[in-house]
């Protein structure tokens, strides 16, 4: 062998010594460092703003628990989006709903921050490119589903909806009239003109409060999808996945992690649906028989300008909410407001301030005291809007309302957002 030729294979094996020595250091580093990953080093937006890889497959099924869900009205909404046709799909919520995001601690390594909303917006744009697609939020920060009923017609139903998410898990409570609530909101909605299909969402805060099981309770009842991300937030806590500062910063709203998790449960369930030939099918008309009973079936939300005024007292026409305009605000005194109202049942919208402001002011229906509402909201994030039921009977008939200030109130402010109404 030449010597020049022994000279150009030793430079050869030296140059290739060089770079196994280089790789053998980068492993080392990035076994002792690894980098910032998501859910074990597979987690990311990928494409489209939709999220993958945070949710394993024993998860979705924590997810989904429940068996014999009808997931036909949900599919035929994907065959008429297929087809390139005009497709309205609404979300009615809380806050989030609405979109209120909180800062985790792993929240700077994620390059997208988005909502479980955008998330299932995105899947419906990139998978059905050619449809007409409508997307209606109607989420309001802090409100529960006995408010949802009595809004729910003009801020949804009267857009025709194919499909309506309903998020009230968080926000309601279990007590027997906010489960009578969900139900006759679930129901209304089934029932409208457009029979649209639902999907139920189950969020819990980090502790592990929820409506899901009363909630759950009703779902079954129709057979429709249901979806936790409870469930699966507990499960990945438990598992070490993520810390609970990781997935909220507020113990609430989920972080930008968080709602990455709830899209890719959403995404991964439409994905599912979308994959199945289940065919077109008609309308499944709702069971006749109720968990709870009938009630709010011509629920309402009446601005104060629709109400009847006998006696304004220490309350003056205001705009303190963009939500629910034309407000009644007494700003001290005794309040003392008379007011006439028609139907069988009655209950109030009110803001409950942060400020200490807010007073106690109880609630009279004919003569009678039914209620004391709190507006006293000190030591809370925000103001937000409390709703009350003030009074229910069989009998649809006019009501006289009377509001006037507890001798022991602590405050002196209360404002009036709106009355609700069901005949």
């Excluded at 924590?62 to 994907?78: F, H, I, K, R």
């Excluded at 709903?97 to 929240?107: F, I």
């Excluded at 402010?413 to 069901?422: D, E, F, H, K, W």
Aim: proline share 3%; aromatic share 8%.
């Amino acid at each position: 062998m030449s010597t020049k030729k022994f000279t150009k294979i030793r430079r050869q094996l030296s140059w290739l010594c060089a770079v196994a020595v280089l790789c053998t250091a980068v492993l080392h580093i990035l076994t002792a460092y690894p980098a910032i990953v998501h859910a074990r080093g597979t987690g990311g937006i990928k494409g489209n703003n939709l999220p993958a890889g945070y949710v394993t497959e024993r998860q979705m099924k924590l997810a989904s628990l429940w068996a014999g869900t009808n997931e036909t009205p949900l599919y035929n909404v994907m065959r008429k989006a297929g087809i390139g046709q005009k497709v309205t799909i609404a979300f009615i919520g809380g806050s989030i709903t609405k979109g209120t995001m909180s800062q985790g601690t792993r929240d700077g390594s994620m390059n997208k921050k988005l909502t479980y909303v955008d998330y299932f917006t995105n899947w419906w744009y990139k998978t059905f490119p050619k449809a007409d697609l409508r997307f209606i939020n109607a989420g309001i920060s802090a409100t529960d589903s006995y408010l949802g009923v009595h809004r729910v017609q003009k801020d949804v139903l009267d857009k025709k909806p194919d499909l309506v998410v309903v998020e009230f898990a968080v926000n309601d409570k279990k007590t027997a009239y906010h489960k009578q609530a969900y139900e006759n909101l679930i129901r209304k909605i089934m029932g409208s003109s457009s029979k649209p299909a639902v999907m139920l969402l189950f969020m819990a805060k980090l502790n592990g409060w929820s409506c899901q099981v009363q909630q759950a309770e009703i779902g079954r009842h129709y057979h429709l999808p249901m979806l936790s991300y409870g469930n699966v937030m507990k499960d990945m806590i438990n598992q070490n996945i993520y810390t609970m500062e990781e997935l909220s910063g507020d113990a609430i709203h989920p972080s930008a992690l968080g709602y990455a998790v709830v899209g890719e449960i959403l995404v991964r369930y439409l994905d599912r649906i979308a994959d199945m030939a289940l065919g077109q099918a008609a309308y499944n008309k709702e069971p006749n028989s109720y968990v709870t009973s009938k009630k709010y079936t011509s629920a309402k939300v009446l601005s104060c300008k629709d109400i009847n005024i006998r006696k304004m007292g220490t309350f003056e026409r205001s705009s303190k909410s963009q939500v629910f305009p034309n407000n009644l605000t007494s700003p001290s005194g005794n309040g003392d407001l008379t007011f006439t109202v028609t139907g069988k049942s009655i209950g109030l919208v009110f803001a409950q301030q942060i400020n200490g402001r807010g007073g106690q002011f109880d609630v009279y229906v004919d003569g009678k005291k039914t209620v004391t509402i709190d507006a006293d909201n000190s030591g809370g994030r925000h103001n937000k809007p409390g709703a009350v039921p003030c009074y229910s009977s069989n009998t649809k008939k006019t009501h006289t309302v009377r509001i006037v200030k507890n001798k022991k109130s602590k405050g002196n402010t209360l404002t009036i957002y709106a009355v609700l109404v069901s005949n």
